[in-house]
């Protein structure tokens, strides 16, 4: 029979990943914004909180996941992922739902991910990029769906031809990658449809 003590870390982690996921979606409709990701325990080194917390709510069986050289070198972050999400790890980043980057600033080039097809643009990978920070960076101005304006994100740790990677992309509309940047447990998105420039 369950134990009490069971039931409640089984009813917590639902809590925390019905969170994490409304604070996923939230970040990607308002892209730009700062979400708090809820901590969670025992993720191994390099994997981050955010990068985590997300792998626990959106990677099941039916995601393939490629990971960058520093995750995919880690035997403890393999097995962490099999044990709790069941995701297949795959070598070849085109066929990846997520890719887990370690290092954002040696993240691969976009194209090289799944793209989707204009029939099917939801066939493409979603990058989770691990930044150095999401506050103290170079200032990258955003506008387009879901921001009143223009929004600011000071983002660390990335690539060099990070604006231009991305205007590539969002020019490959609806096809495309889409983007959660996160450092320690805080997350952005950058969608797809989201113009970025440098301030």
Sequence with gaps: MQSV??????????IAAQSTFRRV??????????????EIAGAPAPLSQ???????????????????APLASSEAVAAWLRFNTGCPIVADQAQC???????????PPFESFALGTP??????????????TLTGGPELVLSGPGIRGT???RVGGLPEDFVMQHAANRAL????VDLL????????????????TRA
């Excluded at 997520?98 to 040696?106: K, P």
């Excluded at 643009?121 to 990029?129: A, E, K, W």
């Design 25 to 38: 979606m939230d970040a990607t409709a308002r892209p730009g914004s700062i979400e708090v990701i809820p």
């Design 181 to 196: 940047l996160v450092a320690d447990n805080h997350v952005a998105a950058l969608p797809r449809t989201t113009i970025v």
């Design 97 to 107: 739902t997520f890719a887990l980057v370690a290092d954002a600033s040696a993240a």
């Design 119 to 132: 029939d099917y643009p939801d066939r493409s990978t979603t990058l989770i990029l691990q930044a150095a």
């Design 50 to 68: 955010a990068a985590a917390a997300i792998a626990l709510t959106l990677f099941d069986h039916d995601t393939p996941v490629w990971m960058d």
């Design 151 to 153: 929004a600011s994100l």
């Design 5 to 14: 003590q069971e039931a409640s870390s089984i009813g917590a982690a639902v």
């Design 173 to 176: 509309f609806p096809r495309g």
